[in-house]
């Protein structure tokens, strides 16, 4: 016959083994997840802007809008589109090429058709544009972790810009 005492120890000693073994693969597996974890590519975290954007009125020239990034960091310009729910054009104060506009255009479009650099800092401004009326037409500027790239239409439509990386750093409706 086995005494109750021998009986009861091995009860106990099994209990610590298996809290023993949850223990181990537990910190395996934690240790395996900081592990891979640290390998997986994590998103750029869009940059932190802010901006001003006023309606100008041209008389018989068309109308046209101008965006002033007042604060924040720098942007790398080739990085930014503004896309527009009407066709637009970016250019210089009262400098717009009409054969220009395009729901979609790189801010880096033209020969630095903008004129504020590789880097969009604090106080400059992008202009833009359109033959048609302005009012109502609502613009986006639209920040990639990469460089913005353009379609195969001729330029005249903008790639996919809003997905799981991109970033709308500023968004109105001109009235």
């Not at 073994?21 to 932190?48: I, R």
């Not at 359109?130 to 001729?154: F, Q, Y």
């Amino acid at each position: 016959m086995v005494s109750d005492e021998l009986v009861g120890d091995r009860a106990v000693t099994s209990g610590i083994a298996t809290i023993f073994m949850v223990a181990v693969v537990v910190l395996l597996g934690a240790t395996l997840s900081v592990a891979f974890g640290a390998t997986v590519d994590k998103p750029t975290p869009s940059p932190t802007a802010t901006f001003e954007y006023q309606k100008h009125e041209r008389g018989t020239s068309p109308d046209e809008v101008e965006i002033t990034l007042t604060g924040g960091e720098p942007l790398e310009a080739k990085k930014l589109m503004v896309v527009a729910s009407e066709p637009v054009d970016l250019g210089t104060p009262g400098n717009y090429w009409s054969e220009g506009e395009t729901t979609g255009e790189k801010v880096t479009e033209g020969n630095d058709q903008v004129q504020i650099g590789e880097t969009w800092e604090a106080g400059e401004s992008i202009h833009l544009s359109r033959d048609g009326e302005l009012e109502g037409v609502t613009i986006r500027l639209v920040w990639n972790p990469v460089e913005v790239d353009k379609d195969g239409a001729g330029g005249r439509d903008p790639s996919e810009v809003v997905g799981e990386d991109s970033y709308v750093l500023l968004r109105f409706t001109v009235r």
